[in-house]
């Protein structure tokens, strides 16, 4: 059945194929060739979040994104619009988070002729972005639209960017909306050959020490269930990536915590001794994996990912599995039994009682370590959703925060993009109206996109900003002390900013946190206020990120960093 | 290792820049790319010479796939295929050499396409030796100009069906 055509323009055409795709939100910034449609926004059933930075506007889609496993959509205009996006697109595609982003292009007429506001967006984001189009003819834009939401949501997710003419926007055409997806080029392997599911799990059965290393990939294809469930069956240690905290409950004693550069001592330890590593939905990062011919050297690997191309790019596999994490491992409970594990869960066990998590309380009393905050938060409201920006607030959240569900744990992973926090707490806040959204942030992240106060209070979306200010760039700080002697080149920035008076200019509600005994009762207060709210604890300066191990090393060769007194 | 790949793509805008930057942008070295349409207008074929060992091989083919417009990738291994390039060389001639390359090229069942008075342009296909070893042959007489325009390349029919 194909339905009635009708006559609109290209405008019109893109709010009926947004409809058509269950968009209920988008996050943009207006501008010369985007008039038409913005004329059309302007009474369309479609919330459009207006953000102060096009950057913004991207990072707030895929916090969206991130929070409900919808594909999130922004807009901006041509050029200057176009390239601010570059950022958001780069991490969407690094973390391979579903979006579809729509920019406006000068008409078709003056395309190469350094027009006005003229960029080259499908050029620059060709290698970050899964797929890109130029819209030529707005009879292609519904077909155009229904491959993008397909490409972006499918097999290994990411960003997908439409580029559209301004005379595409205004040309009349006949309407209609094609019902299938065509792609010859495009077919993602959902399910996993059974063949190699079978040998994975004869080799689980013959494994005495096997360890479960789940990623972003758990949380994308919503396997935290089956996770959870086949780690119980074969008796195996779960440790997770970054991008996928959440995939598994922090409490559940078979958890590991993160491993890698930041990760547990025991996550560590378990992956270099381990026989049998099973990686999910992850690709063998190098903040994970450091030295690579050190990474887990006496495993077997079993891999199961959706992109063939992570198999074996960076380490050999045993048994390679493309497919659907989720349908995969539904496969691998029916056919896995037990591994033979009681003794090295006891030495994991051991492990971990003996090298915790661990930082010491200041010395003068009444001083805040970052880490209790993430403690306190997590007490508070351990349904929260915790958003964060790029540095050592965020390996604390990630190492501190009790999370026991997918999609609350929302970060920047691969790119490692600063600024990235507020506005991607904002898209969470929108997409998840019924959570409580804290952005954990610190003082030098925060900056860049602090203007964001103002779309939160605008949009009355009442997200938690927590920064831990250090007066530092506190990473890079971290690394100048032990790596450069302490010579703190460019990375002090105290005293800059009033945070508290920068809250209420926007309108927003500013507390600031200096001791150990606000803390809990401010959060409880931002928690109460239902407004957007910018907490500004003042927390000890020179608190380092530990355990560490340092770039380049195994990951077993963890610096001693003492927690500062 | 030198590889050939035959790689079937949307015959849309772009398509070649898609795939050029997935190279540079991976680090892996094209030799020779060639691109023309199919039997089908709506599919091109490109025949990509690739430097690699098994492993660059393994992510080259892997990250072709996974270019939305790339709709499949073949690569030939040479015993089961048929490849040719075709060459045109502009040679110094003269009254006193121009038999002598004309002899050159009746050898490489090569022909002559256009004669001048101080040069003329050959045109030689084959596999790759045997433009390299005509090259080698004229170049006494002083190449002006020469230009090759890299192999394409087809799997061959089954012996036996």
């Known amino acids: 059945m194909t339905e009635p055509t009708e006559k609109m323009i290209g405008a019109r055409a893109l709010i009926e194929c947004l409809y058509r795709e269950g968009v209920d939100t988008i996050f943009g910034y207006p501008g010369g060739v985007l008039l038409s449609i913005y004329d059309e926004l302007y009474d369309a059933d479609i919330r459009h979040v207006l953000v102060r930075h096009e950057q913004a506007a991207a990072h707030a889609a895929e916090g969206y994104a991130r929070a409900t496993g919808k594909t999130g959509v922004c807009l901006a205009t041509s050029g200057p619009g176009a390239t601010n996006l570059v950022t958001g697109i780069a991490n969407a595609y690094m973390d391979s988070i579903p979006m579809v982003v729509f920019t406006g292009q000068v008409p078709s007429s003056l395309l190469g002729n350094d027009a006005f506001q003229e960029a080259n967006i499908t050029g620059i984001t060709m290698p970050i972005t899964k797929h890109n189009y130029l819209v030529q003819d707005a009879n292609d834009l519904p077909r155009i639209i229904k491959e993008a939401f397909h490409i972006a949501s499918t097999g290994r997710q990411g960003p997908v960017l439409i580029d559209l003419p301004k005379d595409i926007t205004v040309q009349e055409f006949d309407f209609y909306y094609p019902d299938k997806v065509e792609l010859r080029g495009y077919k993602p392997t959902y399910k996993g050959n059974l063949l190699q599911i079978k040998k994975a799990a004869s080799k689980i059965e013959g494994s005495k020490n096997p360890v479960i290393y789940a990623g972003g990939g758990v949380i994308s294809s919503d396997a935290s269930k089956e996770l959870l469930e086949f780690a119980e069956k074969i008796n195996a240690p779960v440790t997770t990536t970054l991008t996928g905290m959440g995939g598994f409950p922090v409490e559940h004693p078979l958890f590991l915590g993160m491993l890698g550069m930041h990760g547990t001592k025991y996550a560590n330890y378990a992956i270099q001794e381990s026989d049998l590593l099973i990686a999910v939905g992850a690709r063998f990062d190098d903040r994970v994996t450091g030295k690579l011919k050190a990474f887990a050297s006496n495993a077997k690997i079993i891999h199961i990912d959706i992109d063939p191309a992570e198999i074996s790019k960076n380490v050999k596999v045993d048994v390679p599995i493309v497919g659907d994490a989720k349908w995969v491992l539904q496969k691998l409970l029916e056919y896995s039994s037990p591994a033979q594990s009681e003794a090295w869960i006891n030495r994991i066990d051991h492990w971990k009682k003996d090298n915790p998590l661990y930082y010491v309380e200041p010395a003068t009393g009444n001083g805040i370590k970052p880490q209790y905050i993430v403690e306190q938060i997590s007490a508070a409201c351990k349904d929260a959703i915790i958003v964060t920006d790029v540095g050592q607030h965020q390996m604390w959240a990630a190492q501190y925060f009790r999370f026991s569900k997918a999609r609350t744990f929302i970060t920047s992973g691969g790119l490692g993009t600063m600024g990235y926090g507020l506005p991607a707490a904002i898209g969470a806040k929108i997409a998840r109206p019924d959570k409580v959204v804290f952005a954990i942030a610190g003082d030098g992240s925060f900056q860049m996109n602090s203007q964001e106060l103002a779309t939160a209070v605008q949009e009355n979306v009442p997200v938690i900003v927590s920064i831990f200010n250090n007066g530092y760039l506190g990473m890079v700080r971290q690394w100048q002390e032990l790596f450069h002697g302490k010579r703190y080149s460019s990375t002090c920035i105290q005293d800059s900013v009033d945070f508290v008076k920068l809250a209420e200019a926007y309108g927003a509600l500013g507390l600031r946190v200096t001791t150990r005994d606000e803390v809990r009762p401010a959060i409880e207060q931002a928690i109460a206020s239902e407004r957007p709210t910018v907490i500004d604890f003042v927390v000890e300066c020179e608190e380092n990120v530990s355990p560490m191990v340092p770039a380049g090393a195994a990951i077993n060769e963890i610096m001693n960093l003492e927690s500062k007194e | ?161």
């Open chain 2, 1 to 161: 290792m030198r590889h050939t790949l035959a790689v079937l793509v949307e015959n849309k805008y772009g398509v070649l820049s898609r795939v050029a930057g997935m190279f540079s942008r991976r680090g892996y070295n094209i030799d020779s790319l060639t691109v023309g349409v199919t039997d089908d207008p709506t599919m091109s074929r490109m025949t990509i010479v690739v430097k690699g060992n098994d492993d660059v091989m393994e992510q080259v083919t892997k990250q072709l796939n996974k270019l939305i417009d790339v709709i499949r990738v073949i690569d030939l291994r040479a015993e089961d295929s048929v490849e040719r390039e075709l060459a045109l060389i502009k040679v110094k001639s003269d009254v006193n050499t121009r038999s002598e390359i004309m002899q050159i090229a009746d050898v490489f069942r090569a022909h002559i396409i256009d004669v001048g008075s101080k040069s003329m342009t050959v045109e030689v296909t084959g596999d790759e030796g045997k433009i390299t070893a005509i090259e080698q042959l004229l170049k006494p007489f002083g190449i002006k100009e020469m230009a090759r325009t890299g192999k394409v390349a087809l799997s061959r029919g089954k012996k036996n069906s």
